[in-house]
């Protein structure tokens, strides 16, 4: 009798323990994200999933041609946007808990249609990245390269368009 009552009290206190070291692991997400954001930058950047992130794209073509835009990710479509010369848009989201998150846009003007992943983990969110934590990712949008911009340094990071 003492036997079954002890089995039938582990996966309560499984439960309870699981549940305790939850509460406390997001308490502990909460306090360390509320206290260690200054401003544009935190220090948890690249760290932590769910991380909060600002993309915005600008059509900067030479050729001051209309940039039409279409980008996507696995669950979500952002619709095609047409962007005049100088215009923009942009789009917020949150890296998800594998750290897997990944945007793709087709960009097309005159003569031309191009994809890149404008947003990458790998490349935008590991601060290992030799480009850096972006956590307002803006990006210029030139017929040779897509290029983002650092903020701090004031100096772009181009890149070559996907294959």
Known sequence: MIISQTISLIPSMASSTNNQFILV???FLLVLKTSSSFGNHSSTDGILPFAPKHVVVVNKL?????LIAHCTNKEKDLGVKELLPGSSFDFRFRVNLRKTTRYTCTFEW???????????VDRDDTPKSEFGVCRECIWYIYEPAPCRLDRDAGIPYC???NS
């Open 25 to 27: 692991l997001f308490s």
């Open 62 to 66: 030479t050729s001051q041609a209309k």
């Open 110 to 120: 005159p003569g031309n249609k191009v994809t890149f992943d404008i947003f990458r």
């Open 159 to 161: 890149f070559d368009w």
